[in-house]
Structure formats: structure tokens, C-alpha cells
């Protein structure tokens, strides 16, 4: 079943509210699931440069165009800015390296994918002797987003937006923009709702998206962390037997249904199908009031992977 649900943003654009994560995916893995992917409907793809997947994403896309089973427009592509470039003078570099790998003229979103720094190197992250990660300090938000601007205005982005900014990040960027972001990226599920920024985003125009919509299933290897397990929750569960779906479709539904665009990550070809089949049903208002309740302020996501990254000064949590 195709995504049958928009956002749409302040500008007008359209954007479908259910797409395809593409992180924690092999090339093997994203080439066949993406191909899954778009058989089962869905249009809108997320991605990243640093989720080293982008070549083999812009490959299946490019078969697609090329036979001619999709448009252009009827695609919504969304990459990001790595952490290695978040600088003005690097934006425009790094956007032409994902469009080239995807083999695309202009994507449909870029986000700044994290609002700190680090040195451009060649390969991973720089670390210094006591394993922590070297930081480049001098993040300059305002001279950043007027390099977004400019790549928006080049055509090369049709939107840009920002991902784990946080409501004093993204207000200084609001006080001095020209385009406001059109989108903001984060962490959001029933143990992280953050309701505050929610509202925030939505008085300003800014539209949502959850990541980790699921509670990022499998993050504890990178963490080397317990994480929650989301669709284990009692009243998840007894609201899924009730409709007569799944756990993980109630915790994405749960999400539209705040107004809450959507982008889980799904290599398995049953699950992937599973999480777009989300709009025959509606979680009704009582049990929506149980499910906000959940709300425990749980990050799941909080970049312990990159060990000493909180000293950083835009570190945003
Ligand atoms: N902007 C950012 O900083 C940022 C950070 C994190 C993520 N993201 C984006 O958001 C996407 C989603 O987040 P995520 O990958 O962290 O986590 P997620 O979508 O919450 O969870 C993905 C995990 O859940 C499993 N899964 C998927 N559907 C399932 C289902 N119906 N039932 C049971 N298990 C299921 C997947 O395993 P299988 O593949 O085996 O099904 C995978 O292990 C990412 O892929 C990425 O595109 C962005």
C-alpha cells in the first residue's frame, strides 16, 4: 500500500508523511531492500553521506528513472550535510558530492544533519590519544545556513531544513535567515515526544519528522547500552491487538496522527511493507491521550557513539 498521507510545508511543497531510513545499512542490504521499498509504495527516501550508502541508493534510483517505473517528481529525496562539513564554506562541496553519488540534479530536502563540527578528514572521524573526537569549535550557525540559502537558491536543494537543532539553535537561525527551514529532523517516539519542541516548530512554520520512530532496534551494539524496548510496552501492545495491527504500526501512526511526519528503517521485506501499511486505521482520541502519556524523556540517539562530543559548544542536548 502506497503512502497516502502528505505534510505539507509552509512553502507549499508536499512531502510524503512515511519514508524509508536508510541508516545501519549495508550496500547488499539498501539495494534490495530500497528496490522492496519502492515496490511497496513508498516515495520518500532518507539519507546521509555518512550512512556510506548513498552510491548504491542513487544506483537503484537511476534504475528506476531510467525504466521509467517512477518520475522525478513523484520522488522526495532527503540528504544531509555530514558533521565534517557543517561549515559555510563546505556546504555547497558536500551537497554536490550526495548528488553525484546519487546520481540526481537537486534534492527535494537538505538538512544540516547535526548542528557541531568536526575537521574534515579523509576517512573517519578524527580521535585523539584518549579515544575522544577531535571537535572543530568555530561552528558559526548564521553563516551557515546563508551557505544553505545559497544551495536552495542554486536550485540544488529544494528545501532545506535542520536536524537535532534545538529551540535555541533553531531560533537564532529563525532571528537571522532569509528562508526559514522547512523542515527539522529528530529523535521522536513514545519515550521522547518533546512536545515543547514539537509546538515550538509548528507556532513557527517549521514541520517535524521522528526519527528512530521505532527506538532505533539494534542501536545497543553501537551504543554498547541498554536501550528500551518500544514495541515491548504494555499499552502499545494492547492497543495493537485491539486494531488488529502491530506494535510498530501504532507507535508510527501515533506519530502522523501528532502531525508528525515519519521515516523508519526496515531491511526485511515483510517489516518494510508493514510499516507503511498505516492508513486504513485510526488510533482513536482516548487511546491517543494513553499513548502521550508514555512520554519519559528517554534519548535513545544521543550520539554516545562519538565519545567526547558533548564538550563541543552547539553539542545540542
Ligand atoms: N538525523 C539523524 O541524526 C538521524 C538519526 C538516526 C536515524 N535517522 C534516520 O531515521 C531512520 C530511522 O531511524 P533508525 O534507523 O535509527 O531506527 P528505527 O527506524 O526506529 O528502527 C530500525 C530498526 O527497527 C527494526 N524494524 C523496522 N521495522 C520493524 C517492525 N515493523 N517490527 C520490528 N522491528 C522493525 C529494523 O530492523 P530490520 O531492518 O531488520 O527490519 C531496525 O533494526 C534512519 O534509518 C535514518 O534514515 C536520522
Redesign the pocket.
Known amino acids: 500500500m502506497a503512502c497516502k498521507m502528505d505534510i505539507t510545508f509552509e512553502n507549499g511543497t508536499k512531502m510524503p508523511a512515511l ?7 549495508s550496500d547488499e ?1 539498501v539495494e534490495r ?1 530500497l528496490n522492496e521499498a519502492l515496490e511497496a509504495g513508498y516515495r520518500h527516501i ?3 553521506p555518512v ?1 556510506l550508502n548513498e552510491k548504491t541508493i542513487g544506483k537503484v534510483l537511476k534504475e528506476w528513472l531510467d525504466a521509467g517505473k517512477v518520475t522525478r517528481d513523484e520522488l522526495f529525496i532527503v540528504t ?1 550535510l555530514p558533521p565534517h562539513g557543517t561549515r559555510a564554506s563546505t556546504v555547497q562541496k558536500y551537497l554536490k558530492r550526495s548528488l553525484d553519488d546519487l546520481q540526481l540534479a537537486y534534492v527535494d530536502l537538505y ?1 544540516i ?2 548542528p557541531f563540527t568536526v575537521p574534515e578528514v579523509d576517512g573517519p572521524f578524527l580521535m585523539d590519544d584518549d579515544g575522544q573526537i577531535v571537535l572543530e569549535t568555530t561552528t558559526d550557525h548564521v553563516a551557515l545556513w546563508k551557505a544553505m540559502e545559497k544551495v536552495h537558491e542554486d536550485g540544488l536543494a529544494r528545501n532545506i531544513g535542520l ?2 537543532f534545538n529551540q535555541r539553535q533553531i531560533q537564532r537561525i529563525l532571528d537571522n535567515c532569509q528562508i526559514k527551514p522547512a523542515n527539522l ?3 521522536n ?1 513514545i519515550y521522547l515526544q518533546q512536545p515543547e519542541l514539537v509546538k515550538f516548530c509548528k507556532a513557527n512554520g517549521i514541520s517535524v519528522t521522528a ?9 545497543e551494539k553501537l551504543l554498547n547500552r541498554e536501550v528500551p524496548d ?2 515491548d510496552n504494555p499499552v502499545v501492545k494492547e492497543i495493537a491487538e485491539k486494531l488488529g495491527k ?4 501504532v507507535l508510527l501512526r501515533h506519530l502522523l496522527q501528532r502531525g508528525i511526519s ?7 521485506p515483510k ?2 511493507r ?2 507503511i501499511d498505516l492508513f486504513d486505521f485510526d488510533i482513536e482520541d482516548s487511546d491517543m491521550v494513553r499513548l502521550n502519556a508514555l512520554d519519559q524523556n528517554i534519548r ?2 544521543d550520539f554516545g557513539f562519538f565519545p567526547g562530543i558533548t564538550k563541543h559548544p552547539e553539542f545540542p542536548f
Open positions: 519514508g524509508f531510513g536508510t541508516w545501519r545499512a542490504e531492500a532518507d539519507t546521509a550512512y544531509k538538512h544533519h547535526v536536524s537535532n529532523q529528530i529523535e517516539h526519527y528512530s520512530p521505532l527506538g532505533s532496534r539494534g542501536i518500544l514495541l502491530t506494535a510498530a504500526q515519519t521515516i523508519p528503517k526496515s531491511t526485511n517489516r518494510l508493514e510499516n535513545i540517539c
